[in-house]
Each structure stands twice: as C-alpha cells, then as structure tokens.
C-alpha cells in the first residue's frame, strides 16, 4: 500500500476578499485566511500542530508567526518555503506527509501577500545566475520568459494567438460567477484582440492580475477530518518535477521541448500514484499565471492532447456546462493571483459542494497543479468513499 | 534606439554584473567578437557562461569564436517596460537565436517587425558607455 496515497485530507479553505489595495499586513491577512480555513472545517485554531507557507522576494510571513497569532503556540511541523507559483500542490504534500507520518496532526498550509500594492512579482526582476545576460537586454520580468514558451509553442503547434484568447475568454466565464474575482466583466474575442500587448504574443488578459489577498487550506488524516464539519478532500496523490533547470528559473535557453513543461514530467507518477488517469478527472484546478503555462498545464497532465488547448477552451470543454470545468474561480487570470493557493482552495470548495453559483455537477475527483515551466507541482483530490 | 536618445530623466541600461566565469564573454563583445565556452570534453558550446558543462559537467573549456550567424528559435515583442530602465526602449524585440555552432542565444532586435521562425540573423554591436551588447539583425540576402 502506498504510503501516501489518500492517508489525508483537507478538510477546510480560507480565503480573505481580493483587492489591489488591502491596507492590512501580510499577517492579518494570513490569520484571516488560516482562521477561515479552521472555522470551514470546525476546527479550534488552538489544535493546529504545524503551519506550511510559502514566499517570493521575502513577501510573506513566517509560518511560526501566523502560529503565534492564531493561538497555535506548540507546533510540532513548519515550514517556510521560498519558490513561487511551484509551491502551492508542494506545501499540501508537505503538510500531508507530516500528517502521513506522525509529526503533526492539523497543519495550516497558507499564502499571503500584498502582491499588488505590495512586491509585484510580475514586476521584479528574478534572481538567479543567469540574470547577469538577460537584464541588461530588457528580458527581465517573468511575462517575457513566459512569452518567449509561448511563442515557440505557437511555431510548433500552429497555434495563434487567439487559442491563447480562447483560454482567458473561458476562464472569464467562470468568473463572472466568482464575487471574489477581481476581472468579472465578460472577455470577448473583439476585446481580447483589442487589449493591451504586454510582451507579445501576449496581451493583458494572458496575464494573471496581481492583488492582495490570502488564501489557506488545512491538512489533516482521513480520520479526523471526518469527524470535522465538511466532506474531507482526501489527497489520493502528490508528485513534483523539476526538469531542465538551468542556472535560474527564467533560464530555459537549453530547454530541450517547449511543448512539455514539468506538468508532462510529474504527471506518471501523480497518476499511478493516485490510480486514476486524466481521464476520471471531473474538474481541474490548473496554474495559469499565463494563458501559456495553462495550454502547457493541461496538455502535460494529459487533460487535452499537446497543442489543442486553445482549442479545447473554445469548444466549451472548460468553460460552465463543459465536460471538464477547469479554473472555476477564474483561475489566476481573471480571479487574482494568490500564487496559486486560490487554485487549491477553489479545488476544496467545489469538492465540498461550496462552489455557490459556479458548482460543478460531478465533484468526485479534482487535479490541481503549481507551476508553468521549469518545475512545478500537482496533487489528485478525491471525494471520501 | 542609440542610447543618447534616452530621455535624461530615464535611468541608464544595467550594466552587466561579470563575474569571473563570464569576464572573457563581455570583454570579446568589447572587441566586437563572439566568444563562447566550448567544452573540450563534449565539445558543445554553451551560454551563458559558466564553470561547468551543462551537458557533461565537465570543468575544462576553451574560448570558441563564433561566426555570429545563426537562425530565430522563438522572439517576442515588448511593449511594456518592466523596469524605468527601458521605458525608453520599448517597444524592442527579444530573439532567441540558434547560432551555426549548435548554441542557443538571447539578444536584442531593434526591428521589432522583422522577427521570424526561422530568420537568418547575424550578430550586431551596440557600445554602451560601460559594455557592449549583442544584437541581432537581419541577414542581407
Ligand atoms: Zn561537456
């Protein structure tokens, strides 16, 4: 028996509201967030044994700090880590192994960051060794890195631009339904061709929105989350994959397949794992800092065939009343970027029948990726049988 | 754009941070030449510059000079300015460029309506007051 697979759960998510100025620190928002989560799921803050979170440039908290402010003041389990959108699956399997293993019972997995009126990651130069030859060229923010996969997928694949259009638009869709979305209002082909360039091929809605805000989920055993208020969310499988790193994440130079990001590297073992395939996925919670990374996302999983994601978006497949709901929040892109950890607590609601206005149908099984190129993450998530 | 154009309240380019692995990269493009490590176990050439192989992990290396001839892999067009740096320099075109030795690179174009799958391009010099920069333009026919 594996030791992993669907020994635990999660058994609630928080989140705070979205906004591009939220006049509160980093820690307020990721009390409110963990607080949140503990409450969804019924549990006192006070048996909390472990917090996981994650940071970029030094934007968030410490986990031992959200620990003092929520009351959890023994904790056997913690964990600062400092990637970006790879992390979000990662931390719930960390949090599922403590558990898994005994060293914590109840552990808090947070994100939290004034990421819009605070450090704006899409904004910052990264850091890394290969910097040195890209930013005095002007290849400095992530948006151009992204772009440069983008355009090369399009040379391979034949797809256009407007296959990375039918991506937002379908996500758009979803956030119409989505009161937290920051971009709520109907995307339109007309609008996307018309909207800003950024670094083309994208434009400004191939772009994930930048807020402030946070988001938690909390992990626990299969055991004990059933004696907790909500469907538990058992976490059937967990994978990561980095592949081709270089000297930094925004070099990709000797990639050796534009068409196969880490998704298309970790999605074995994630399935075996998990024993299921693609194809009992029932929704998708999938990374789209880009549109781009998206296409790249759902191919390598094996939820479309390489190079037809565009196209899949645009036939409705993902979109509400489609035959695989995916980022039904909005995802990053129209509901705001909490780096991720909004594509894992969306995950948990709908599997908890509280996707209000944007429910899925059929909530049995869920895939949630972290990540765009280089490396990344994913876990399955499985309704308690 | 010549960098006097750049409106004077607009911060100079970064400068390049050489370190020792790079140092013989940016002094050739001082020169006007293209000098990369060439591993003389594998013998791949490689960029950037580092210690290692990439591809053998292998520490020894020479300089190769290279032809600056190569053909577009992937391009973009910035439109957007990420830093106060190049808000003057937008919009530019960033190429990556498989060069005739087997090596991927990243430089700038200026045309920014030229870029092509593809496209043969040949390396450029820009001197910068502190560095110089390897561009690429269109090969002439
Ligand atoms: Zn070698």
């Known amino acids: 028996m594996d030791p992993f697979a669907g020994r635990t759960a999660i058994a609630g998510a928080g989140m705070t509201e979205l906004t591009r100025r939220s006049g509160r620190s980093v820690l307020s928002l990721a009390r409110e967030a963990a607080l949140a989560a503990c409450s969804a799921a019924g549990l006192e803050p006070t048996a909390v044994d472990g917090v996981v979170q994650y940071s970029m440039y030094d934007d968030s908290v410490q986990a031992e700090a959200l620990g003092a402010v929520i009351g959890a003041r023994d904790l056997s389990y913690v964990m600062d880590f400092a990637q970006g959108g790879q992390s979000a699956a990662h931390m719930v399997a960390h949090a599922a192994m403590a558990v898994a293993c005994g060293f914590a019972k109840n552990v808090l997995v947070f994100r939290a960051m004034n990421g819009r009126s605070g450090v704006r990651i899409g904004q910052r130069a990264a850091v890394g060794g290969g910097t040195e030859f890209r930013y005095p060229l002007g290849f400095v923010a992530y948006p151009q890195v992204a772009a440069m996969w983008a355009r090369r997928y399009m040379i391979e694949t034949g797809a256009t631009e407007l296959d990375f259009g039918a991506i937002a638009i379908a996500q758009r869709r979803w956030a119409e339904r989505n009161p937290r979305a920051v971009l709520r209002e109907p995307l339109t082909e007309e609008g996307y061709l018309a909207s800003r360039p950024v670094a083309e091929p994208f434009r400004l809605p191939d772009c994930t929105t930048e807020v402030d805000g946070a988001a938690a989920v909390l992990v626990t055993s299969v055991e004990r989350a059933r004696d907790l208020a909500l469907t538990p969310a058992v976490i059937s499988s967990a994978a990561?994959?980095?592949?081709?790193?270089?000297?930094?994440?925004?070099?990709?130079?000797?990639?050796?397949?534009?068409?196969?990001?880490f998704s298309g590297h970790l999605a074995g073992p994630l399935w075996k794992r998990a024993?299921?395939?693609?194809?009992?996925?029932?929704?998708?919670?999938?990374y789209d800092c880009f549109t781009g990374a998206l296409a790249l996302n759902m191919e390598g999983l094996g939820l479309c065939a390489p190079g037809t994601a565009g196209t899949f978006a645009r036939e409705g497949h993902t979109s509400p009343g489609g035959k695989l709901p995916t980022n039904t929040h909005g995802g990053l892109l129209a509901e705001g970027y909490v780096h991720g950890m909004n594509t894992v607590t969306e995950a948990v609601w709908q599997m908890q029948g509280l996707g209000g206005e944007r429910q899925?149908?059929?909530?049995?099984?869920?895939?949630?990726?972290?990540?765009?190129?280089?490396?990344?993450?994913?876990?399955?998530?499985?309704?308690?049988? | 754009m010549s960098p006097s154009a750049i409106p004077s309240t607009a911060p100079p380019l970064p400068v390049p941070e050489r370190d020792r692995d790079s140092a013989p990269f940016w002094d050739a493009l001082r020169e006007h030449r293209l000098?990369?490590?060439?591993?003389?176990?594998?013998?791949?050439?490689?960029f950037p510059a580092m210690s290692?192989?990439?591809?053998?992990?292998a520490p020894e290396h020479r300089w190769r000079e290279l032809s600056g001839r190569g053909r577009i892999y992937s391009w973009i067009?910035?439109?957007?300015?990420?830093?106060?740096?190049?808000?003057?320099?937008?919009?530019?075109?960033?190429?990556?460029?498989?060069?005739?030795?087997?090596?991927?690179?990243?430089?700038?174009?200026?045309?920014?309506?030229?870029?092509?799958?593809d496209l043969a391009v040949v390396a450029a010099y820009v001197d910068h007051p502190e560095w110089t920069e390897l561009r690429f333009e269109e090969m002439a026919a």
């Open chain 2, 35 to 46: 000098r990369l490590q060439s591993c003389d176990a594998c013998e791949r050439v490689r």
């Open chain 1, 240 to 261: 990561w994959a980095t592949h081709g790193f270089d000297l930094d994440m925004g070099s990709s130079l000797r990639y050796d397949d534009y068409l196969r990001n």
């Open chain 2, 52 to 57: 290692r192989c990439p591809y053998c992990v």
């Open chain 2, 77 to 117: 067009v910035v439109r957007q300015a990420f830093r106060p740096e190049f808000a003057a320099e937008v919009p530019y075109a960033l190429v990556t460029v498989d060069l005739e030795e087997g090596v991927r690179v990243v430089g700038r174009m200026d045309d920014v309506d030229s870029p092509a799958f």
């Open chain 1, 275 to 286: 024993g299921l395939g693609p194809e009992d996925v029932d929704y998708a919670e999938v």
């Open chain 1, 360 to 385: 899925v149908p059929k909530n049995d099984v869920a895939v949630v990726s972290s990540g765009a190129y280089l490396s990344g993450s994913a876990i399955v998530l499985t309704k308690d049988r």
